[in-house]
């Protein structure tokens, strides 16, 4: 089982940056796929970015695509969703999630779940 806790979100003016992050405890963070999702209030939660265990591939939503970046440290136990060029539209609560499974676009795949952080992007 993993423990998953996010940070980094605030308040961002359109066109600016913030780097969310996400840090696991618990045992074999490494072995887990990981996921950044993302809701906003009265949707779905919708996925933003995945990222293999080995950090060798990477998956994105098309909406996000060339403004968004995940990356991992497992030496430090965390994932990170680098936002750039943030817009209005990237307002939403992040969640970060991990899996075993191969299906890692899927939300339904995810068992282990962050709290959120909340993202606001001001026009």
């Known amino acids: 089982q993993v423990q998953l806790v996010e940070s980094g979100g605030g308040l961002v003016q359109a066109g600016g940056s913030l780097r969310l992050s996400c840090a696991a405890s618990?045992?074999?963070?490494?072995?887990?796929?990981m996921g950044w999702f993302r809701q906003a209030p009265g949707k779905e939660r919708d996925f933003v970015a995945a990222i293999t265990w080995d950090g060798v591939s990477t998956y994105y939503a098309d909406s996000v695509k060339g403004r968004f970046t995940i990356s991992r440290d497992n030496a430090k136990n965390t994932v990170y969703l680098q936002m750039n060029s943030l817009k209005p539209e990237d307002t939403a609560t992040y969640y970060c999630a991990a899996t075993n499974n191969i299906q890692i676009g899927e939300r339904g795949v995810y068992p282990y779940w962050g709290q959120g952080t909340q993202v606001t992007v001001s026009s």
């Open positions: 618990g045992r074999a963070f490494s072995t887990y796929n």
